[in-house]
T-cell receptor, first 112, second 116 residues
Framework: DGGITQSPKYLFRKEGQNVTLSCEQN?????MYWYRQDPGQGLRLIYY???????QKGDIAEGYSVSREKKESFPLTVTSAQKNPTAFYLC???????????FGQGTRLTVV | AQKVTQAQTEISVVEKEDVTLDCVYE???????LFWYKQPPSGELVFLIR??????QNEISGRYSWNFQKSTSSFNFTITASQVVDSAVYFC?????????????FGTGTRLKVLA
């Protein structure tokens, strides 16, 4: 079955550590996205990528980094520079600008 | 600049009541796309509907209906005869034209609670 998979579902990070969230899709979609969700703030765009080896900053990119070496994969690294990383992270992919996005089940990151 | 506003943070209704979720958007593009998603407690967003800027026809799908009005830059969502299973967070989203970027913007969401 085609879909988008995020892992892990829950992730705990110590202060000062970098962590990487995985996002894989087998839908052959060109575009992929990372969103952060905090209570009462909806979905805020962190990074997005329209094609392999290219990506753009979203509205809250500081403290995050991404790569797009393969069409199927768009991992997100939460660096130690991100001061408040505890949140729910959602990955999505789209075929084109006029199509709906497909979402993964999310990763809940907690700093301990 | 693009922006999506969902002014209603939380709505509570009693089962079988009708409820309308508001969405107001801002864009300078002449061609754009609007979407609604449902986020149940599990967290994964579920696509409900897509509408392009040239199609102002209202749409009905079962108990769901959507009212798109370019004159007021609104794309409102109505649930008729609400049910407890409709309880979720609902998001409105905006995507630019095919010649633009793939940037995809969401509103802050409206939490709907349907009480039995």
């Amino acid at each position: 079955d085609g879909g988008i998979t995020q892992s892990p579902k829950y992730l705990f990070r110590k202060e000062g550590q970098n962590v990487t969230l995985s996002c894989e899709q087998n839908l052959n979609h060109d575009a992929m996205y990372w969103y952060r969700q905090d209570p009462g703030q909806g979905l805020r765009l962190i990074y997005y990528s329209q094609i392999v080896n290219d990506f753009q900053k979203g509205d809250i990119a500081e403290g995050y980094s991404v790569s797009r070496e393969k069409k199927e994969s768009f991992p997100l690294t939460v660096t130690s520079a991100q001061k408040n990383p505890t949140a729910f992270y959602l990955c999505a992919s789209k075929l084109g600008t006029n199509t709906e996005a497909f979402f993964g089940q999310g990763t809940r990151l907690t700093v301990v | 600049a693009q922006k999506v506003t969902q002014a209603q943070t939380e709505i509570s209704v009693v089962e079988k009541e009708d409820v309308t979720l508001d969405c107001v958007y801002e864009t300078r593009d002449t061609t754009y796309y609007l979407f609604w998603y449902k986020q149940p407690p599990s967290g994964e967003l579920v696509f409900l509907i897509r509408r392009n800027s040239f199609d102002e026809q209202n749409e009905i799908s079962g108990r769901y209906s959507w009212n798109f009005q370019k004159s007021t830059s609104s794309f409102n969502f109505t649930i008729t005869a609400s049910q407890v299973v409709d309880s979720a967070v609902y998001f409105c989203a905006l995507s630019r034209s095919p010649s633009g970027t793939y940037k995809y913007i969401f509103g802050t969401g409206t939490r709907l609670k349907v009480l039995a």
